[in-house]
């Protein structure tokens, strides 16, 4: 009796098996990706919602072109996950990281600071600025935290963990730790800056990271973007889109 029911649930999984391998055969490949959705976030899952602030935003200091667009994508997301994060970029007036605070420097040429190369932007993201707001348009009532970086005057902070110096760090990896939340999907802004940056620290420090393309928008100075997915990739992040989460 025993036998036999191990033996018909193995020809069962032997037929699903079957079933799906040629369903995945007649499929196109970009649909069989996009049906995927073979995630499904749990609770020691979180939503990591980067710089998502009017500055980033078309009107803002340091806009992201289309960087809007993204807003109603991590809505949706937002409400797949019971754990979310906000990070705001908070610079104090005069940072470091402003070309307007080096004489003869323009915004988007870098500078030598003793952290390593550092470009220099516009004036954005400044504490308690209406532009240092998160936008508007998000619609995440349930998010936990809000965690805030580069505040210190003479250091930037594209990373959400760990400032530019490679040494100071923001807090949040305790706070994920304690909460027990190890796996990380980062979406927002910019792709190759705080989200990059960001995703491979948490990579890292030991979580399992993934980053939500279509939930991203870049800045794109002299092929940083493809650098940024280049790197991210060889720091063992994930490269998915928000079809891939259930
Ligand atoms: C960022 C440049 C300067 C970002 C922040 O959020 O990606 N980029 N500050
Ligand atoms: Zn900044």
Redesign the pocket.
């Known amino acids: 009796m025993k036998k036999v029911n191990t033996e018909s649930s193995v020809m069962r999984g032997r037929r699903r098996f079957l079933q799906c391998a040629s369903a995945a055969a007649i499929m196109p490949l970009g649909l069989r990706l996009a049906n995927a959705a073979d995630i499904t976030p749990g609770p020691d899952s979180v939503l990591l919602v980067?710089?998502v602030q009017n500055c980033?935003l078309p009107g803002g200091t340091?806009p992201v072109s289309d960087g809007d667009q993204i807003i109603p994508v991590i809505n949706a997301l937002g409400k797949k996950f019971e754990n979310v994060v906000f990070t705001q970029?908070w610079h104090t007036p005069g940072h470091a990281?402003f070309a307007s605070s080096h004489q003869g420097k323009a915004p988007f040429e870098t500078i030598e600071m003793p952290y390593g190369t550092q470009?220099l932007?516009p004036d954005?993201?400044v504490q308690g600025s209406t532009d240092a707001q998160l936008a508007d348009a998000l619609d995440i009532p349930h998010a936990q935290l809000i965690i805030r970086k580069?505040y210190h005057d003479e250091v930037?902070s594209?990373s959400t963990f760990m400032e530019a110096d490679g040494s100071t760090k923001t807090g949040l990896t305790g706070y994920l730790q304690e909460r027990g939340l190890s796996k990380v999907y980062a979406c927002?802004?910019?792709t190759?800056?705080?989200?990059s940056w960001s995703a491979q620290d948490a990579a890292a420090a030991g979580m399992s990271v993934s980053v939500i393309e279509d939930a991203c928008r870049g800045?794109d100075l002299d092929g940083s973007v493809q650098a940024a997915w280049k790197a991210m990739a060889d720091a063992g992040v994930s490269r998915i889109t928000s079809d891939d989460i259930a």
């Open positions: 980067i710089d980033f340091l970029d990281s470009v932007w954005h993201c580069g930037d594209y927002g802004l910019a190759d800056f705080c989200v800045i």
